[in-house]
């Protein structure tokens, strides 16, 4: 079974600029979650969906969105990038139903704003 | 405030050596992860927990619920080992959301 794909694995824009970033899940997965990790705030929840649904959100500006697709695939942005925006950016799969909390992390994108 | 604390943040050892990183969390927890992270890698996950212990070939895991606390044993640490290991709970509910804590970066010198 292919594990979690994240696309590009590398990324550079300059503030002011939008960004979207792709997270493909563990076949059968319908729950991702996204994390920002800094060397400043280490790995903080961004927001998850489940069955194209938001289901949960962490404590970031309106600046960082997302959705979720039918087949489970996710994607997120980020509008008007400030340098503070720099960081990995990972997702994680999991069956997203009651009791099942084992999590798959991707490779994460590395976000770099000039 | 992080609700998740770990300790200690930063460890050396000598390859061989027995080592251990703590992990405590201020209310009731669903499970609890333990998970790996390479220099400039990903996030492995090692272990999930919800009771008693757990082991995989050099590596166990204990959790605590009354305590609040849980423990990463690594025996015969070997200079592979170095990497940052980080505990991170899920508090149940509707969602997969973590908390994580803050890391402890390990560092095995042959």
């Known amino acids: 079974k292919a594990g979690v794909t994240q696309t590009p694995r590398y990324l550079i824009k300059t503030r002011g600029q939008q960004v979207t970033l792709s997270c493909s899940p563990i076949s059968g997965h319908r729950s991702v979650s996204w994390y920002q990790q800094t060397p400043g705030q280490g790995l903080q929840f961004l927001f998850e969906?489940?069955?194209?649904?938001?289901?949960n959100k962490g404590n970031f500006p309106g600046r960082f969105s997302g959705r979720q697709f039918s087949n489970s695939r996710s994607e997120m942005n980020v509008s008007t990038l400030e340098l503070g925006d720099s960081a990995l950016y990972l997702c994680?799969?999991?069956?997203?139903?009651?009791?099942?909390?084992?999590?798959?992390f991707g490779p994460g994108t590395r976000l770099t704003v000039t | 405030k992080n609700e998740v604390e770990q300790s200690p943040q930063n460890l050396t050892a000598q390859e061989g050596e027995f080592i251990t990183i703590n992990c405590s969390y201020s209310?009731?927890?669903?499970?609890l992860h333990w998970l790996q992270q390479h220099p400039g890698g990903g996030i492995v996950s090692l272990f999930m927990l919800s009771s008693g212990k757990k082991k995989h070939g050099r590596l166990i895991a204990t959790i605590n619920i009354q305590e609040k606390h849980s423990s990463l044993h690594i025996t015969a640490s070997h200079p592979r080992d170095s990497a940052v290991y980080i505990c991170?709970?899920?508090?149940?509910?509707?969602?997969?959301?973590?908390?994580f804590g803050t890391g402890t970066l390990l560092a095995v010198q042959p």
């Open positions: 209310v009731g927890i669903s499970a």
């Open positions: 991170a709970a899920h508090y149940g509910g509707a969602t997969n959301k973590l908390i």
């Open positions: 994680a799969s999991s069956l997203g139903t009651t009791r099942s909390y084992e999590q798959y």
């Open positions: 969906y489940f069955s194209e649904t938001q289901r």
